[in-house]
């Protein structure tokens, strides 16, 4: 996001913004229903898969594993593609316009 954000002053609202949009969106606050159009949107984001890997190791049935890896892979997955594009797009020195 660093290198997108134009200023260090609209960094924290900017940020804070998309991720209370992303938290509303992917179901926190309200369930989401199975095949809905707002279920396949959310199904694109890492939050998404994230509260499911946290949620089901609340609703753990006896015998079956807490662990949702699915969930979990997709987050995963999500971190080394957003490492790689900040290691590609980061510089030390601010870029000039």
């Known amino acids: ?6 200023n260090e002053e609209t960094a924290g ?4 913004s998309i991720f209370f949009i992303l938290l509303f ?11 809905s159009i707002l279920d396949k949107i959310t ?3 890492p939050l ?8 089901v190791s ?8 807490p662990w ?5 892979l997709v987050v995963v997955i999500w971190g080394a593609v957003a490492c ?6 980061f510089r030390w020195a601010p870029r000039r316009a």
């Open 25 to 35: 969106l992917s179901g926190l606050w309200f369930p989401i229903p199975n095949g």
């Open 84 to 89: 790689a594009v900040a290691l590609l797009r």
């Open 13 to 16: 609202p900017v940020t804070s």
């Open 43 to 45: 199904s694109f984001f």
């Open 68 to 72: 949702a890896w699915h969930d979990l």
């Open 1 to 6: 996001m660093s290198t997108l954000i134009p």
């Open 58 to 65: 609340f609703n753990a049935q006896s015998g079956v594993s």
């Open 48 to 55: 998404r898969y994230f509260m499911d890997a946290v949620f």
